[in-house]
């Protein structure tokens, strides 16, 4: 059986509340865009989707939402519908207090919380952090943790601040270009499909 796959994508830009447009989310909506492209292609496949992963989306690092492939519903291989379920996580959000968590939609739930709280859940789960940034070890010949939660930005950098938290991560790099986000989960996701399979590099 399939391990349970583990995403992280930090968003500096996105909004915390509902209230913007779906036909402008790279624009009005603080590239919205991105962590949607981000879902989708953490999740589907060509005829069915992931059960075995879970996204967990910080935004600002005041909010987590979090998606879960064995519940996850009405998730659809566009960017507006994918950022409709999406703002109505944001909207849910606003009427929760600290502590507290709400599902929206069923496989997707949100709560106030930042990076370093999220991180600690984590830990506290048993899952340790990988870095995914382009100055680290080929993720071809790299050793993994038994229980990787994959962490990596949105179009913008890691702050110093998030580095600092995820000093002791192991670095990891997709290729020597630098790709967006959604294409380096993708070429995780290939690379675990190749493992799991026991397909050698010999292969075709």
Request: overall charge negative; some cysteine.
């Amino acid at each position: 059986m399939a391990k349970m796959r583990t995403f992280v994508v930090v968003s500096h830009t996105a909004p915390l509340d509902g209230g913007f447009s779906l036909s402008d989310l790279a624009g009005g909506a603080g590239r919205l865009d991105v962590l949607c492209r981000c879902a989708v292609d953490a999740f589907l496949l060509s005829h069915g989707i992931r059960k075995d992963v879970v996204l967990h989306l910080v935004i600002r690092d005041q909010l987590a939402i979090t998606l879960a492939g064995s519940r996850l519903r009405y998730l659809n291989p566009d960017e507006r519908s994918t950022g409709a379920l999406l703002r109505e996580a944001l909207r849910l959000a606003q009427g929760l207090g600290p502590g507290e968590e709400g599902e929206s939609t069923p496989g997707i739930t949100v709560r106030w919380l930042g990076l370093a709280g999220l991180m600690g859940t984590l830990s506290e789960a048993g899952l340790r952090p990988v870095l995914l940034n382009e100055d680290g070890e080929p993720l071809r010949a790299a050793p993994l943790p038994e229980r990787p939660a994959f962490v990596l930005s949105d179009h913008q950098d890691f702050t110093p601040e998030e580095l600092a938290l995820l000093a002791h991560a192991p670095r990891i790099s997709v290729g020597p270009k630098v790709l967006h986000g959604h294409q380096c989960v993708t070429l995780v996701h290939n690379e675990l499909d190749l493992r799991e399979a026991g397909w050698t590099a010999g292969r075709s």
